[in-house]
């Protein structure tokens, strides 16, 4: 399963008071966590030899703790912040500070959160970096998209006006985005494995080969997940898929 909306489901139980919630959030992040803390350290991290990976953890359950939905801000996000802010912090004072990939997941350069510790300073902190990371974001989505031979206009023309219609083809984009070998066709040859998504789905040729560019931008979307929070945050999966 992957993050979104399970997430942001699961924090309401921890608001009301379960705990084991908090463990099974806590313990399934694990993976995003150390993909986080790992970009951001840029090696690969070992949970019982890096303590790096302790503070992320610890950062994240702070991140539940702290969050409101009123930032406007997708949880993930929130929380990528908030482990970044604490493990940077953490390795400054270690005189360990050496970032070796500035891309969409790291903040603006002098965005430190913790100068920003009153309610009112981190919360406009907050705003400042969504703000850039969403923009980082829409670029690298278009550039991407654009490999697929896909641009925005395509999506405003291309987005199915009926509720059975989008559900339809957004589980043929999960569909496609679930399977690595599929994707990983799509982008090598540039065309959407309409067969293989027709015996998996069960979703008509006819049907597929409309949605085609709606698919493929969704399917981009779900396939590079954590690149893309601030984007994945307004697509309402069916239920029972993700």
């Known amino acids: 399963m992957l993050y979104g909306d399970e997430w942001e489901s699961s924090l309401q139980k921890i608001r009301e008071g379960d705990e084991p ?3 099974e959030l806590i313990e399934e992040a694990k993976p995003f966590i150390a993909r986080v803390v790992g970009r951001l350290c840029g090696r690969s991290l070992n949970w019982d030899r890096d303590d790096e990976l302790s503070v992320g953890l610890i950062a994240f359950n702070e991140a539940i703790d702290r969050y409101d939905a009123k930032l406007n801000v997708p949880f993930t996000a929130y929380a990528r912040m908030v482990i970044r802010s604490r493990v940077t912090d953490y390795l400054r004072k270690e005189n360990r500070w050496g970032r070796v990939d500035l891309n969409i997941s790291d ?5 430190a959160a913790s100068r920003a510790e009153n309610d009112a300073s981190w919360e ?6 969504a703000d850039w990371e969403r923009k ?12 697929l031979g896909i641009t925005f206009g395509d999506l405003v023309d291309s987005s199915p006006r009926h509720r059975d219609t989008r559900e339809t083809l957004i589980k043929a984009a999960s569909y496609l985005a679930a399977h690595g070998d599929l994707y990983a066709e799509l ?6 494995p309409v067969s293989e998504l027709v015996r998996g789905t069960g979703i008509s040729r006819k049907v597929l080969e409309r949605g085609r560019k709606y698919i493929i931008a969704v399917a981009t979307l779900l ?7 601030y984007l994945n945050s307004y697509i309402k999966l069916p239920r029972g898929e993700g």
């Not at 903040?107 to 965005?111: A, C, H, N, V």
């Not at 980082?136 to 989505?141: C, G, S």
């Open 21 to 23: 919630a908090r463990e």
């Open 107 to 111: 903040p603006p350069p002098d965005g």
């Open 124 to 129: 406009q902190y907050i705003a400042e970096v």
């Open 136 to 147: 980082e974001e829409i670029k690298l989505y278009s550039e991407t998209i654009k490999n």
């Open 187 to 192: 982008q090598n040859k540039k065309r959407m």
């Open 223 to 229: 396939f590079y997940r954590e690149e893309f929070i």
